[in-house]
């Protein structure tokens, strides 16, 4: 069987073309080539079976590597038949290399339904665009939200710190203001006053003219206050009609001159009609090795001594 298979002695293919060596040279080179070709494609596609382990039809791919290198052989035998006949070899290669490019088809065929599902560069494409799209507004939406959070917690941070009536700082938060410049004040030694501001006669406005009234007077004296003040000072309500104002890096005789220009300003505002309103300032300045609580109970001492000296007074 096999000395019929490889049988030669038919005759070689050369005869056909009568040894013309431009037939040869074109045969040859253009055989020669297309098994190259056969032989690097096969391989090609073996490599990237075995290097993408997610290639989803990675048997077809194996399948048509068998049809190419079939079809190659079947070059090479030509080639060789130019001057040996193994016509049965080359008609055995040649039956073989359409028992695997039918399979192939069939098998391409069969697979054409998933095959058609798979997205295109196109689709592809536009799906990237949607998804960079979607993506744009959700980091857009959630900008905006960071921003409305941020902005929340501003507000909640303002109402947490602001008087509501007079629009200064809270009892805890000019208290926490104190706090935070006297550590400074360790830390860097500079002077630090605290003045301490009382209407007077607050209690007869509530009786004569009601508690809103009253209100009214606490506002506008608010507004006085932080309008003479300077803007690194920080002014706080610390009870009814008490005001508390820091003075960060400022000495005795300075925070004195702006006791008296707010003194001043209060005495000289016309809150109501036929009514003046005046008040009482207690000036300290933080000794070395005073606590908070001395500051401000000296502070408040000196006020109720300037009530006692009659009021409508620095001391």
Same mark, same amino acid.
């Given at each position: 069987m096999l000395s019929k298979i490889f049988d030669g002695s038919f005759m070689p293919h050369g005869h056909c073309l009568l040894w013309r060596e431009d037939l040869l040279f074109l045969t040859l080179v253009g055989d020669g080539l297309t098994v190259i070709a056969y032989g690097l494609i096969p391989l090609a596609l073996i490599y990237l079976v075995k290097k993408r382990k997610d290639l989803e039809f990675d048997k077809v791919f194996v399948l048509f590597a068998a049809f190419i290198a079939f079809c190659g052989l079947t070059h090479f035998i030509?080639? /060789?038949? /130019?001057?040996?006949?193994y016509y049965y070899v080359q008609g055995l290669l040649k039956f073989t290399t359409g028992l695997v490019s039918i399979t192939t088809a069939v098998v391409i065929w069969r697979l054409m339904p998933k095959i058609l599902t798979i997205p295109s560069?196109?689709? =592809?494409?536009?799906?990237?665009?949607? =998804?960079l799209i979607a993506r744009e507004e959700l980091e857009q939406a959630n900008r905006h939200l960071e921003q409305k959070v941020q902005e929340r917690t501003e507000s909640l941070q303002r109402l947490a710190n602001t008087d509501q009536l007079t629009n200064v700082k809270n009892r805890r938060a000019i208290l926490e203001a104190l706090e935070n410049e006297y550590r400074r004040v360790k830390r860097h030694p500079h002077s630090l006053s605290l003045l301490m501001l009382d209407i007077d006669c607050f209690k007869a406005v509530n009786d004569s003219y009601g508690h809103l009234e009253g209100d009214r007077v606490l506002v506008e004296v608010a507004n006085i206050i932080s309008e003479t003040c300077r803007q690194t000072d920080s002014i706080g309500r610390y009870g009814g009609e008490e005001f508390l104002i820091l003075l960060p890096e400022t000495c005795i005789s300075a925070a004195k001159e702006l006791a008296e220009r707010i003194r001043l300003a209060v005495a000289e505002a016309k809150i109501r009609n036929a009514t003046q309103i005046t008040c009482s300032i207690g000036v300290a300045t933080l000794n070395k090795g005073e606590s908070i =609580?001395? =500051?401000i109970q000296r502070a408040d001492e000196r006020t109720y001594k300037a009530k006692e000296l009659g009021r409508n007074q620095v001391c």
């Amino acid at each position: 069987m096999l000395s019929k298979i490889f049988d030669g002695s038919f005759m070689p293919h050369g005869h056909c073309l009568l040894w013309r060596e431009d037939l040869l040279f074109l045969t040859l080179v253009g055989d020669g080539l297309t098994v190259i070709a056969y032989g690097l494609i096969p391989l090609a596609l073996i490599y990237l079976v075995k290097k993408r382990k997610d290639l989803e039809f990675d048997k077809v791919f194996v399948l048509f590597a068998a049809f190419i290198a079939f079809c190659g052989l079947t070059h090479f035998i030509s080639m /060789i038949n /130019i001057w040996h006949g193994y016509y049965y070899v080359q008609g055995l290669l040649k039956f073989t290399t359409g028992l695997v490019s039918i399979t192939t088809a069939v098998v391409i065929w069969r697979l054409m339904p998933k095959i058609l599902t798979i997205p295109s560069m196109k689709n =592809l494409s536009d799906q990237n665009d949607k =998804l960079l799209i979607a993506r744009e507004e959700l980091e857009q939406a959630n900008r905006h939200l960071e921003q409305k959070v941020q902005e929340r917690t501003e507000s909640l941070q303002r109402l947490a710190n602001t008087d509501q009536l007079t629009n200064v700082k809270n009892r805890r938060a000019i208290l926490e203001a104190l706090e935070n410049e006297y550590r400074r004040v360790k830390r860097h030694p500079h002077s630090l006053s605290l003045l301490m501001l009382d209407i007077d006669c607050f209690k007869a406005v509530n009786d004569s003219y009601g508690h809103l009234e009253g209100d009214r007077v606490l506002v506008e004296v608010a507004n006085i206050i932080s309008e003479t003040c300077r803007q690194t000072d920080s002014i706080g309500r610390y009870g009814g009609e008490e005001f508390l104002i820091l003075l960060p890096e400022t000495c005795i005789s300075a925070a004195k001159e702006l006791a008296e220009r707010i003194r001043l300003a209060v005495a000289e505002a016309k809150i109501r009609n036929a009514t003046q309103i005046t008040c009482s300032i207690g000036v300290a300045t933080l000794n070395k090795g005073e606590s908070i =609580l001395n =500051l401000i109970q000296r502070a408040d001492e000196r006020t109720y001594k300037a009530k006692e000296l009659g009021r409508n007074q620095v001391c």
